[in-house]
Nanobody
Framework: QVQLAESGGGPVQPGDSLRLSCVAS????????VGWFRQAPGKEREFVAA?????????HYADSVKGRFTIRRDNVKNTAYLQMNSLNAEDTAVYFC???????????????WGQGTRVTVSS
């Protein structure tokens, strides 16, 4: 069964850091690009970051997170990570990871999606 499972979300304060994980199962992870997306309450889903297959030689970030978020992958662990630093209230959202054989940079047309993990930034 092909599956993506996110974890690592939770409540944090402004300025804190958080690392999200996306564990893939049932697919040859190294052959898939991975994207992170988020959806804030009342807003549409937006692109956050993406990393190419197989080794992550290409990455792409939304302007709103450049310099604060870092995406990376560990093919041995079948896991992609999103390191989030200097979090602020605007980062509050449910974060989803997605995987696809294509490299889409900021595109949304990923074939496989996880269930999401919630991040709440509040003082």
């Amino acid at each position: 069964q092909v599956q993506l499972a996110e974890s690592g979300g939770g409540p944090v304060q402004p300025g804190d850091s958080l690392r999200l994980s996306c564990v893939a199962s049932g697919l040859p992870f190294e052959e898939y690009s991975v994207g992170w997306f988020r959806q804030a309450p009342g807003k549409e889903r937006e692109f956050v970051a993406a990393i190419s297959s197989p080794t992550g030689g290409s990455t792409h970030y939304a302007d709103s997170v450049k310099g604060r978020f870092t995406i990376r992958r560990d093919n041995v662990k079948n896991t992609a990570y999103l390191q989030m630093n200097s979090l602020n209230a605007e980062d509050t959202a449910v974060y989803f990871c997605a995987a696809d054989r294509r490299w889409m940079e900021g595109g949304h047309s990923y074939g496989i999606w996880g269930q999401g993990t919630r991040v709440t930034v509040s003082s």
